[in-house]
C-alpha cells in the first residue's frame, strides 16, 4: 500500500470511528439528559395529583434549580407573557431590598384570571367573606410592590394562598429585610394540558450573598380547597361531598334560583343584582340588559357593588351600578 493510499485509509477510518463514536456514545447521551429533564418536568406535574393533606411539599431534595448564569445580586424583576390560553408563565426575580413596597397595595380587581369561577362557602373556606379563590401574586406584593399585573396574578385557592404560598413568602421577605442581602426567586404555575385553572405553583428561592444558607427552598404548593370538589379545566367548583356549609350559605351571595322569591317585591329586597354570569357584568335588577340575559345565564346577588368588583365582574354601562 502506498503512503498516499494509507493516508486515505486512515483518515477514512478515523471518520468511521468519529461517526461510531457520536452515533453509540455521544447521541445516547444526549437522548439520555434529555429525558431526565423531561422526566423532571414530569416529576412537578405528577405531584400536583399527589396531595395528601400537606399544603406543600419538598421537590428535589428542596435544591431550586437556579443556574450559576441566572444567579446575581443584581435586583430585577421579569413576569413571563400569557400563554395562547390567557395563563401566566413563570415569574422571575432577584428580590432586594430596593424592590420591596414602600406603600399599602391598590385593588387588583379588574384583573380576571384563567379559571376565575367565583363562590362563597361559609363554614368551608376560613376568610371573611368565605371566597374559594383568591387572585394571587406569583411573587407576592411585599416583594417587589408588583400590583394588577396580569402577568403576576393567578387563580388560587384560599387555602394554597394563606397555607401553602404565604409562608415561603413571609421567609424570603423578613430574610431581606433583615440582612439587606439579595434573594434569587422563580415561581412557576403548573397547569395539565389545556386547563385553565392550574394544579399549584413551583416556588424555588436562593439567598445570594450567603451561597444558600439564609435561604434555600424548592417547594410545591397545592391549589386545593378541602372540602371542595374543583374542576381544573375551567375553575368551577361545588362543595364535596359530605361537606356541609353553613345554614346561610349562598354562591358568592348569589342565588340562581328566582323563584325562591314568590313575588316581585320580595325579589327586590332580597336582591341587590343581576349578574351575567357569560360577560361576568353586573345590573341593577330594573335594567333593559337583564331582560335580555338568558335565565341560565343569570345569578342573582345580594351584597356590596365593591364586594362584587372585587370578585371580577364589571358594571354595566347602560344602568351604571
Known amino acids: 500500500m ?3 493510499n494509507k493516508y486515505d485509509y486512515n483518515k477514512h477510518k478515523n471518520r468511521e470511528n468519529l461517526f461510531l463514536f457520536c452515533a453509540f456514545i455521544l447521541i445516547p447521551i444526549y437522548i439520555g439528559l434529555c ?11 405528577a405531584v400536583t ?45 432577584c428580590v ?12 387588583i380587581g379588574e384583573v380576571i ?30 416583594l417587589t410592590g408588583e400590583n394588577a399585573n396580569s402577568q403576576n396574578l393567578i387563580t388560587g385557592t384560599r387555602y394554597m394562598n394563606v397555607e401553602g404560598m404565604l409562608p415561603y413568602e413571609d421567609i424570603v421577605a423578613d430574610y431581606i429585610k433583615a440582612t439587606g442581602n439579595h434573594v434569587m426567586y422563580r415561581v412557576t404555575p403548573v397547569f395539565e394540558e389545556n386547563n385553565l385553572l392550574c394544579r399549584g405553583v413551583q416556588m424555588e428561592a436562593y439567598s445570594v ?16 380547597q378541602p372540602g371542595i370538589d ?18 346561610d350559605a349562598t354562591v358568592g351571595n348569589i342565588t340562581t334560583e328566582k323563584f325562591a322569591f314568590h313575588t316581585d317585591e320580595e325579589l327586590l329586597q332580597n336582591v341587590d343584582y343581576v349578574v351575567n354570569r357569560n360577560t361576568l357584568k353586573f345590573h341593577y335588577i330594573y335594567c333593559e340588559s337583564v331582560d335580555e340575559i338568558y335565565e341560565t345565564n343569570k345569578i342573582y346577588y ?16 347602560r344602568c351604571n351600578p
Not at 128 to 137: K, L, M, V
Open 35 to 45: 429525558f431526565l429533564l423531561f422526566l423532571n418536568k414530569r416529576d412537578v406535574v
Open 96 to 107: 432586594g431590598a430596593d424592590l420591596m413596597p414602600t406603600e399599602d397595595r391598590s385593588s
Open 49 to 93: 395529583m399527589d396531595y395528601k393533606g400537606k399544603a406543600s411539599i419538598v421537590l428535589d431534595n428542596n435544591q431550586p434549580g437556579f443556574t450559576e448564569e441566572e444567579i446575581t445580586d443584581v435586583s430585577f424583576e421579569e413576569y413571563g407573557k400569557l400563554d395562547e390560553l390567557g395563563r401566566c408563565t413563570p415569574a422571575f426575580a
Open 230 to 247: 374543583i374542576t381544573y379545566s375551567d375553575g368551577s367548583n361545588v362543595l364535596g361531598a359530605g361537606m356541609e356549609a353553613a345554614e
Open 302 to 317: 345580594k351584597g356590596s357593588r365593591e364586594e362584587l368588583i372585587e370578585q371580577g365582574y364589571v358594571p354595566c354601562k
Open 2 to 4: 502506498s503512503l498516499f
Open 209 to 224: 450573598e450567603d451561597n444558600g444558607e439564609g435561604v434555600c427552598f424548592n417547594v410545591f404548593c397545592f391549589n386545593v
Open 113 to 142: 384570571p384563567t379559571g376565575w369561577v367565583q363562590n362563597r362557602y361559609p363554614g368551608v373556606v376560613d376568610s371573611e367573606p368565605p371566597f374559594i379563590y383568591n387572585r394571587c401574586h406569583l411573587i407576592a406584593y411585599k
